[in-house]
């Protein structure tokens, strides 16, 4: 069974791993996440930070023009910021080559531009659920509109804001085109990470809700044992591709977010498409990777699948 490698532009030696940096506790951890993280995969990290220079002349007045004091102060704290993670980043790893810029623009597009040629961009959040650093909606801005793979260092709440870095990868599955990016994305950093992966497949978008204990076990049975049989089908090729990865099948009748939401809680990563089966072609964000990255409690892997098959 081949495989269509769905991010050929961020697979080239050349490509980092990016980070976003600013003064955030969140920024600290994704800086420590992508050092290890590219060190990993062998990947040099480049450290990035968006002054937001157009926005800062904004806010002196809708007439007024930033002073040089202002943006020089401005342009000194970004400096210092990308200095801080560049030092933090050698203590986690001494031989891993790091570069740093900083940009006049919004850390928002200039992570976005960069992750056109990108190996993986990664971004910080907070412990508390639905509260983002970077700037308020860069976090959201990044996953919905960025190119190939967008990490999300979410710390767990329940380990005192700690990063999980044990336990297997999981992965939604649905179907879709996207979900098989992510499913080739997944089944890569299970083998780099020697753990099991842990596949989910949900085989309806209907959210049951409160009704889940009546209805669901009306409708499984033998729509639930195809379910499982496609689900198989679905992962040979791939682990022939990784025979060394042991794989976990788990098949639900709805309720995605919930289910990969309630995994993160012993996960060390939890991988999603940006748009799965049930989402309309215009939503660059689908709503289970909209929640998991407000509320999973491990890090969450965004994949993007480029171009026309995106679309299919």
């Not at 990108?118 to 801005?141: K, P, R």
């Not at 409690?297 to 026309?308: I, K, L, N, Y």
Request: aromatic share 4%; glycine share 10%.
């Amino acid at each position: 069974m081949a495989h269509q490698e769905f991010d050929e532009p961020h697979r080239l030696a050349s490509a980092p791993v990016v980070v976003g940096v600013d003064s955030s506790d969140g920024s600290a951890r994704a800086v420590h996440w992508a050092a290890n993280y590219a060190a990993l995969r062998g990947r040099r990290l480049h450290i990035v930070h968006g002054m937001d220079l157009v926005a800062i002349s904004r806010g002196t007045g809708p007439y007024a023009v930033a002073t040089p004091a202002l943006l020089d102060a401005v342009k000194a704290a970004g400096t210092a910021a990308v200095a801080r993670a560049q030092m933090a980043a050698t203590g986690y790893e001494p031989e891993l080559p790091i570069e740093s810029s900083v940009s006049s623009d919004s850390a928002a597009q200039v992570l976005i531009d960069l992750s056109e040629s990108a190996f993986a961009v990664v971004i910080g959040a907070t412990g508390e659920a639905g509260t983002l650093s970077h700037l308020g909606s860069t976090l959201f801005a990044v996953t919905s509109h960025a190119r190939g793979t967008v990490i999300v260092v979410r710390p767990d709440p329940d380990a005192g804001n700690a990063v999980r870095c044990s336990g297997p990868v999981v992965v939604g599955v649905d179907g879709s085109r996207v979900s098989e990016a992510a499913l080739a994305a997944a089944f890569a950093e299970a083998s780099e990470r020697r753990v099991g992966l842990v596949t989910v497949h949900v085989w309806s978008d209907w959210d049951t809700g409160q009704f889940a204990g009546e209805v669901i076990p009306a409708i499984t049975g033998d729509l639930a044992q195809v379910e499982e049989a496609i689900l198989a089908e679905r992962l040979a090729g791939w682990q022939e591709k990784y025979p060394d990865v042991e794989v976990t099948r788990e098949v639900f009748a709805a309720g995605p977010a919930d289910r990969l939401r309630e995994l993160s809680r012993t996960a060390q990563l939890v991988v999603v498409g940006n748009r799965g089966r049930g989402g309309f072609v215009g939503m660059l964000l689908g709503s289970t990777a909209h929640s998991l990255v407000q509320h999973a409690h491990c890090p969450v892997m965004v994949v993007h699948a480029d171009g026309e098959e995106a679309k299919r």
